[in-house]
C-alpha cells in the first residue's frame, strides 16, 4: 500500500497544507492495512512536529522511538475497534446472499465511521471477507486543470483561500470545489459473493436529496447480479448508473449520533 504525502506551503502565514492520500487497493487483509496506514500516517505526523523543533533527520534511533510510538497507538486503536458492538444486521448480511432480505436488514440501520471500521475487521476475521478501496474524483465539465491552484480550500465562512496563482475567480473556484464528483468505494469479497458500501462527497456532506441532508452510504452487492467488474466501472466514472440502492444513516465527528 502506498500513501502519498503532498505538502504545500502557504506564503500567507508561513503555515502548509499537509495532504496524505492512499491509492486504491484491493483484496487485502484489512488488518493489515488498518496497521500500515495507521503507523506510516503517525510516524508522519510526527516527524512534521519534529521539523517544527528542528529536527532534520533522518535518525535511526529517532525512527525506532516514532515506530514503537505509532505501533502502540495501533495496537490501542485495534482494540477500541475490537471492542465496538457491531449492529447485528450486519452481521446477517454477510451471511445471506437475497436481495429482499438485505434490503429489509439495512433499513433504517445507522452507522458510525469506527463501527463501520469494526465491521470491515470482523468481516475478515469471522467471515474471511477481504477488503477493496477504489476512489474516483471528476470535474466539472470545462475545467482546465492546468489553471487550477495548488490548492483551493473554503472555509466555513465561505471565503475561499487558495495557494498558487490561477486566473479563475473566487467565484469560479468554489464552483470548481462545489461541482467536484468524489467517490469512493469499499468491497468486501468472498468469492463470488461480494458487498459494496459507497459514498460521495456530496453525501457525507448532506448534499443529496436524503433525509433532510443527512450524510449516508449507498450499498449494493451480488445478490442484484450485476457483475462487480461492471459495478467498480460504474463507481469509478464520472457519471454512474446504477439501480435504486439501500442508504444507511452515516455518523462521522462532523455529525455524531446523539
Not at 487497493?25 to 495507521?38: A, G, L, Q, R
Request: glycine content about 6%.
Amino acid at each position: 500500500m502506498k500513501i502519498r504525502v503532498l505538502k504545500i506551503g502557504d506564503p500567507k502565514d508561513g503555515g502548509q497544507y499537509i495532504m496524505r492520500e492512499c491509492d486504491d487497493f484491493e483484496y487485502v487483509n484489512p488488518i493489515h492495512h488498518f496497521v500500515d496506514s495507521t503507523i506510516g500516517l503517525s510516524m508522519s505526523f510526527d516527524r512534521d512536529l519534529l521539523k517544527l523543533k528542528g529536527y532534520v533527520g533522518p535518525d535511526d534511533k529517532i525512527e525506532q522511538t516514532l515506530f514503537k510510538r505509532a505501533t502502540k497507538l495501533c495496537e490501542e486503536e485495534i482494540k477500541k475497534l475490537k471492542s465496538i458492538k457491531i449492529p447485528e444486521e450486519l452481521i446477517t448480511l454477510l451471511q445471506t446472499n437475497d436481495k429482499k432480505k438485505q434490503i429489509k436488514l439495512l433499513k433504517n440501520l445507522t452507522l458510525t465511521s469506527n463501527e463501520f471500521l469494526a465491521f470491515i475487521i470482523h468481516a475478515y476475521n469471522k467471515f474471511g471477507y477481504t477488503y477493496s478501496q477504489y476512489k474516483a474524483s471528476h470535474h466539472h465539465e470545462g475545467i482546465d486543470t492546468s489553471k487550477l491552484p495548488a490548492v483551493i480550500h473554503i472555509e466555513d465562512s465561505g471565503e475561499v483561500h487558495t495557494i498558487g496563482s490561477t486566473p479563475l475567480t473566487k467565484g469560479q473556484l468554489k464552483q470548481v470545489v462545489e461541482h467536484r464528483k468524489v467517490i469512493v468505494s469499499k468491497f468486501l469479497d468472498k468469492g463470488d459473493i461480494w458487498h459494496c458500501f459507497f459514498l460521495t462527497f456530496k453525501s457525507l456532506d448532506g448534499k443529496e436529496n436524503y433525509h433532510n441532508g443527512q450524510p449516508h452510504l449507498h450499498y449494493i452487492s451480488s445478490a442484484w447480479n450485476i457483475p462487480r467488474q461492471d459495478v467498480k466501472e460504474q463507481l469509478t466514472s464520472k457519471k454512474y448508473s446504477l439501480p435504486s440502492l439501500p442508504h444507511i444513516d452515516f455518523h462521522t465527528h462532523r455529525n455524531p449520533r446523539e
